[in-house]
């Protein structure tokens, strides 16, 4: 017992509260913004907002000391909160190739992706469900590649000794990015298909070949006129 309340410590507190700051002000922004969407889009736009903050301002820092040095030499500020971390999963603090490779995609594409989801939500534009689609695939990739080479090699830079290191930050801080994603995938599915439910209903189940057959009959009816009107002419 002893053991693990030592491991509550200053950095702890405040890396867990700037998640809870992060989450109330994405809760804010997301039914803010949101205002004139549907109770689902607007959870979807703090999802969003939240994803980018962490990307931006978390993994941001972690990708330029990482490429400039290691988190475990860095001084900076923002590096005591990947020390945390470091503690179950000591990848994050040597500057591991894959780990900071997988991190350059999530701050210079996940990051922007989620703020040209939010965009395309709010003018409800045509591609939106396509970037939705890329940036939970990028997401599961990114989760992927991160535990399924350490899986391989026996997990032997994570700590799973205690319930903090175990289900706080290896399965809680990465299981989101897992669930979340899977679920707008399913979304965009659903909406998807609503689509083409409803664009089929419109076109009365014939799409193209209704406005092909109109055409056609309209080219008939012209032929057949200036015919008349030759035969007039020549009488």
Same mark, same amino acid.
């Given at each position: 017992?002893?053991? +693990?309340?030592?491991?509550?410590?200053?950095?702890? @507190?405040?890396?867990?509260?700037?998640?809870?700051?992060?989450?109330?002000?994405? &809760?804010?922004?997301?039914?803010?913004? #949101?205002?004139? =969407?549907? %109770?689902? *889009?607007?959870?979807?736009?703090?999802?969003?907002?939240?994803?980018?903050?962490?990307?931006?301002?978390?993994?941001?820092?972690?990708?330029?000391?990482?490429?400039?040095?290691?988190?475990? *030499?860095?001084?900076?500020?923002?590096?005591?909160?990947?020390?945390?971390?470091? %503690?179950?999963?000591?990848?994050?603090?040597?500057?591991?190739?894959? @780990?900071?490779?997988?991190?350059?995609?999530? &701050?210079?594409?996940? #990051?922007?992706? $989620? /703020?040209?989801?939010?965009?395309?939500?709010? =003018?409800?534009?045509?591609?939106?469900?396509? /970037? %939705?689609?890329?940036? $939970?695939? $990028?997401?599961?990739?990114?989760?992927? !590649?991160?535990?399924?080479? *350490?899986?391989?090699?026996?997990?032997?830079?994570?700590?799973?000794?205690?319930?903090?290191?175990?289900?706080?930050?290896?399965?809680?801080? +990465?299981?989101?990015?897992?669930?979340?994603?899977?679920?707008? !995938?399913?979304?965009?599915?659903?909406? !998807?298909?609503? $689509?083409?439910?409803?664009?089929? /209903?419109?076109?009365? #189940?014939?799409?193209? *070949?209704?406005?092909?057959?109109?055409?056609?009959?309209?080219?008939?009816?012209?032929? =057949?006129? +200036?015919?008349?009107?030759?035969?007039?002419?020549?009488?």
């Amino acid at each position: 017992m002893t053991a +693990n309340a030592s491991l509550i410590n200053t950095v702890t @507190i405040i890396s867990l509260s700037a998640t809870a700051v992060y989450l109330g002000l994405s &809760v804010f922004l997301g039914f803010y913004l #949101g205002r004139r =969407k549907r %109770q689902t *889009e607007k959870w979807i736009i703090t999802w969003l907002v939240f994803d980018a903050l962490i990307h931006f301002t978390f993994e941001g820092p972690f990708v330029l000391l990482s490429l400039y040095g290691t988190i475990k *030499e860095s001084d900076h500020f923002t590096a005591s909160l990947w020390k945390e971390y470091a %503690q179950a999963d000591k990848r994050w603090g040597v500057a591991d190739p894959t @780990i900071v490779s997988l991190e350059i995609l999530t &701050v210079f594409l996940d #990051g922007p992706l $989620c /703020v040209i989801l939010i965009y395309a939500i709010l =003018k409800n534009k045509f591609y939106r469900h396509y /970037v %939705q689609l890329v940036l $939970c695939v $990028c997401e599961l990739y990114g989760g992927w !590649m991160t535990f399924c080479p *350490e899986w391989l090699t026996k997990s032997e830079n994570l700590d799973t000794s205690n319930a903090l290191y175990l289900w706080i930050y290896l399965v809680f801080f +990465n299981g989101v990015w897992v669930v979340i994603p899977l679920y707008l !995938m399913w979304h965009s599915w659903v909406e !998807m298909k609503r $689509c083409m439910t409803t664009l089929a /209903v419109t076109d009365g #189940g014939h799409g193209t *070949e209704v406005t092909e057959t109109t055409t056609v009959t309209t080219t008939t009816s012209r032929h =057949k006129y +200036n015919t008349r009107t030759r035969s007039k002419k020549e009488d």
